[in-house]
């Protein structure tokens, strides 16, 4: 039995990477001079140059969180009605959806990857609909080419929520170039980090304009208020975090890889586990391990609890649906989403972070083969 791991600790689904403390330091030492601290600084701006380049995007504006950056999104479109989603999400997609006074109307997912069904999205849009926020789940992406097929032809916006996709691509095309704009959260738990943080990625510069405004109470470069914006500017600090760890991502990315492929290795053939596809033409990141127990001999609730009585935390994402959340129980019964529903009841993602030995992912697999 695992009792804890070689640090004396329980093994938690994720652990936060930070680069050496002495780079940090450095990275923050010219702050205690310009006591520059916020509202676009150096390192800031330096942060938003260099991810421009690391996810190939052209244009990026940073966000003291993911939630912010996607609210923002959001509402920098003007949009009315209703926007469709899907359940399958952390709760801050629907969120950001009904804080901005927009309807959410949930689109059911494919059950090989879990983003957005294009197939099952037709169906939903009416002459209310206005946008589409479509969720990149576990670095996965979405079939961007049909949903953005049928966004044009009804001349819908796309705003992707990308938090789960920094560093994914497709064909070489990095997941912040689909759509009219891409959401990125860098929360501690995610494959890249500013502690707290989170950017929108464009290919319009007057949409990176009007964020930047918006995140700074609306007040634009001349200092006149054009627009009703609050305040969600990511500060020095965090973003001399970002810095830092930018450093470390394309390391931390090939660690990932090789304690996905471990699981992989120990998890296959398996009756009855389902375990992550690849996609064709698509670099992963590795954000996630997925892994869908179907008809093993214990069912997904029975190997959580088994697995936290062994000291090992893995987490059932997503569950419940975030349409099964209480604020919205019984608000959109219209919605059916039965591959959704069967995800979410049968899915855990096992503990993955870079530092994370795979020795420790041999024993966390005999955990869950005995
Ligand atoms: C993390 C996450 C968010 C929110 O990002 P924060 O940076 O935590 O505010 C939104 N959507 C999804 C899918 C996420 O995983």
């Known amino acids: 039995m695992i009792k804890e791991n070689s640090s004396g600790r329980a093994i938690q689904v994720t652990r936060s990477s930070l680069p050496p403390l002495d780079e940090y330091i450095e990275e923050i030492r010219d702050l205690w001079d310009s006591r520059w601290l916020t509202n676009s600084g150096v390192k800031h701006n330096g942060l938003a140059d260099a991810l421009s380049r690391y996810l190939n995007v052209p244009y990026t504006a940073l966000f003291t969180n993911g939630h912010l950056a996607l609210e923002n999104a959001i509402a920098a479109f003007d949009l009315t009605g209703e926007v469709i989603t899907t359940p399958f999400t952390f709760i801050s997609t629907t969120h950001a959806i009904v804080r901005n006074g927009l309807e959410p109307v949930f689109c059911d997912i494919e059950s090989d990857h879990f983003t957005m069904d294009p197939a099952k999205l037709e169906s939903l849009i009416t002459d209310r609909t206005s946008a589409i926020v479509p969720v990149h789940v576990y670095g996965h992406l979405c079939d961007v080419i049909e949903i953005e097929r049928i966004a044009k032809k009804y001349n819908l916006k796309v705003i992707y929520d990308a938090a789960h996709a920094f560093g994914s691509a497709a064909k ?49 470069d001349d200092g006149g208020v054009e627009s009703i914006g609050g305040n969600s500017k990511m500060n020095e600090f965090q973003a001399a975090m970002g810095l830092c760890n930018l450093r470390y991502v394309e390391d931390s990315i090939l660690k990932r890889k090789m304690i996905f492929e471990r699981y992989t290795e120990n998890l296959k053939g398996i009756q009855g586990i389902r375990l992550p596809q690849a996609q064709k033409d698509v670099k992963p990141n590795y954000a996630y391990y997925p892994v ?79």
């Open 172 to 220: 070489g095309i990095g997941a912040g170039n689909f759509g009219d704009a891409s959401m990125f959260s860098f929360h501690a738990t995610k494959v890249f980090h500013t502690i707290e943080g989170g950017a929108v990625t464009s290919k319009d510069p007057q949409l990176i304009e009007r964020l930047n405004y918006l995140k700074n109470f609306g007040i634009n």
């Open 292 to 370: 869908v127990f179907e008809d093993y001999k214990y069912n997904r609730d029975e190997i959580y609890k088994k697995l936290a009585d062994e000291n090992i935390f893995a987490r059932k994402y997503f569950a419940p649906l975030t349409n099964q959340m209480v604020c919205y129980q019984g608000q959109y019964t219209e919605a059916v989403t039965p591959n959704a529903e069967y995800i979410s009841e049968r899915v855990l993602t096992l503990p993955l972070y870079a530092e994370l030995s795979l020795e420790t992912v041999d024993e966390i697999c005999m955990s869950i083969k005995r």
